[in-house]
């Protein structure tokens, strides 16, 4: 095993028979920097060297170009744009040794010149970079030079002395989490292509002599130094392809400039952004599912003030007794009191999010609260309420298993102007019903009469809730005021930073004034009534009735793209509540799956014409139909499930079971053209997978043997779908 990361891989024959080449065609010199990364890295990947040169094939063309290079090779403009000059050198060495014939020599070079324009992109690609090549480009902008390590340390002394304000910043939109995990990523990656290249030397050794060449390890157990031995030849292999000494320099946790270069591990809130994203996908499942704008997004100029006002963070700035020293050390060692008093404001959210995620973890590991294990949660669910007020007793009754209406779950609630801290107090019996809205108790008592066992039973709930609330509040991201909790202007920013670091959609309310129609119907469909309503009304405003059309034309537009993931009933309640004008409602009449949801929406507001009624077609009808018979089966599905888990699933008689489905079925049949026959064609022409289910459960519950057989026999071949046909969303419809 060698002791130098030089690589048996020809390099220095290679480049002498290339420039020879090159200088009888009147070519410059290939950029040693660039063949050295190109011929090391083809040989890592398996690439035989038996004419003494890894030799291209398009099978390695895409882990090299594509994958390996982006992030472990930081070239100026002439070196990178050399990488296709070495491949085809390459691919030229290897026919004039004969090892191709002229039809493989063409078809390798074709493959070299498909895959360069996804090179380039990789190359540019932001989320490639890596703290090595993000330095390396620092350095090499500067005018230092990068195979100099005496000058590459002196410049990172002068950077990390230089005012953080003065620093440039990372592309966008890279966060420190971002850089140190791809950094981090690239690390194993690397790790694992040098042990599968040591296991080939031992396995297949190559005529040319083995690639990781030289004397045996000089440990005492090879095997157990054989890592750190990887490790240290990947280290300097990433020093020759970006910047001299810097992986020493760099590196965690003894490298005199390790501040710079944060692996994960070095970041606290690394693991929330982890945590959210994981509620984000449990929620939507999708990273990219929007989440609504935050209602008070502090400047970047106020996050200090917010931050230093802040109970906790404060007291650990100021070396506090009070303040917990697991926090301390996690959050204000290091460059964290530089941090607070020069930070940008970037380095000041992260700070702060540092802070927050630390409480997080010891909320969960030092009590034993119902709730411990619940506070990311609680912090996702008040950044995807858009940011509004919740209630303390209304999240523990739904912890808690007690009714509260879901038409107010996302309700925002009456915040008091008082936002001083007292101890938490359940809300009186009379205002239970406003905040839970349903006036009954299982159905059992009014809720200004409940029993002291259930009274006591919600107070239980409500005051670890409120525990649980009031040490996040600690962190300046949270207020408590009596009942109701919510995300502070310094939460909002902080929440927002720490989802974006876990690529979670976060956009702000510029974001969404730029999005085109299609983008925002499918967004505020999930967000919560008020929010999506005024983000409505905002996007509108001032563009006129053509807005709304262009909406409306969204919707129809989605709707029959995916029948199952648009909600259209939700979209034109809160197109309603936006105050959608009439006369773009009348414009989407004639639309084929949604102009009857526009009909009845006019009729509703007493706006409808007699003419109105005559130009929705017989989809839309049908449209509207299949959506709210597949409303009944779920709601008679819920029903279902209800009496099951009380009765228990065998006890359970499904006669004595009141089926909304049937009823609904016969009340709308009742009125199509031709009856229950057509009416049942139409709605298998509206949708097949929905029109199925309907069916189905039709079938199993209608009383009339002629009408469930029409619907067994029409679901059968709704089921026989053709491959990619869509499945259930998010929704589990």
Partial sequence: MIRTPALNTGLDDFLGWADEEREARGEAPLPARTADAVLTLLALRGADRRTGVPEPTARLLSPVLHEDLPVLLWGTRPEVDAVPEVLTALADRARASGRLNAKRHARLLAAIDEAVPEFRRAMADPWNLTWPRWYASLLRADGVDADDPDAVRAWLAAHEDTPRAERPALPAPLHRSDVAARTFAVRVQLGEVLLAAFARDVEEPSPAGPLLAGPPLDADRPDEALPAELERIGAALSDRWTAAGLSDALAEPDGPHAALAPSPESIPHFALADRLLGEHLDYYGDSGRPLPPPPALPAPDEIKALLHAAPLPSALAAGSADAPSEIAERCFTGPAATVWTDGTPEELTELAADVLAAVVDDIGSSTDSEYAQDAAHLLYALYERGGTADSVVRKAAEHGGLPVDPELEDAPVPVPEDRSY????????????????IPSLSDLSDLSDLSEEDRAELDAHARALADVVDRLAETGCVFRAGDAYGLTPLGCAVLRHVLAAGHVATPDDEAVSEWEAAELVLAVQDWP???AVDTLTRWTAGRGVTAWSELLDAVEAAKSADFDEVTTATLFARLNLAAVPAEALRAALTHPATGAHAHRLLEGRGEATPADADRVPPSARAALALETLEDRRHQDLRMYVEAAFEQGQEALDTTALTWTLPDAFDT????????APAFIQALSQADQP?????????????????????????????????????????HGR
């Avoid at 709308?668 to 009856?675: E, F, I, L, Q, V």
Wanted: aromatic share 2%.
């Fill in 529 to 531: 009534t008020q929010t």
């Fill in 422 to 437: 007292r101890p938490y107090e359940t809300p009186p019996p009379d205002r239970l019903p406003a905040l839970l809205g």
């Fill in 668 to 675: 709308a049949a009742s009125t199509w053209p031709g009856g």
């Fill in 690 to 730: 929905t029109a199925a289910r309907v069916l189905e459960a039709l079938a199993d519950h209608h009383p009339d043997p002629k009408v469930a057989a029409l619907a067994v026999r029409t679901a059968k071949p709704l089921r026989r779908q053709p491959p990619g046909s869509k499945g259930r969303n998010k």
